[in-house]
């Protein structure tokens, strides 16, 4: 299995021992559980960042009659 080393500051390791300890687990789940999650958050922001992009561009004219002060100027017209 890949993997990777990853240097921490002396405080950051206590910190992180501190709380592997409190939480029953072991420093590397910790980390591991860190990133995993990072990982899926990452992912949900990038899906839903999608999502939006594409509701938004189904309803473009719905949202330009809505909001006309924020549509951009046509090419040729006066700001």
Do not use: C, W, Y
Request: net charge negative; hydrophobic share 45%.
């Amino acid at each position: 299995m890949p993997a990777l080393n990853v240097e921490f500051s002396e405080r950051e390791l206590e910190d992180l021992r501190q709380i592997a300890k409190e939480r029953g687990t072991s420093m590397k789940a910790l980390v591991r559980e860190a990133a995993a999650a990072d990982i899926a958050r990452h992912r949900a922001l990038r899906e839903g960042a999608e999502a939006f992009r594409r509701f938004f561009a189904t309803h473009a004219e719905e949202f330009a009659a809505a909001f006309p002060d924020d549509e951009p100027p046509v090419r040729g017209e006066a700001a």
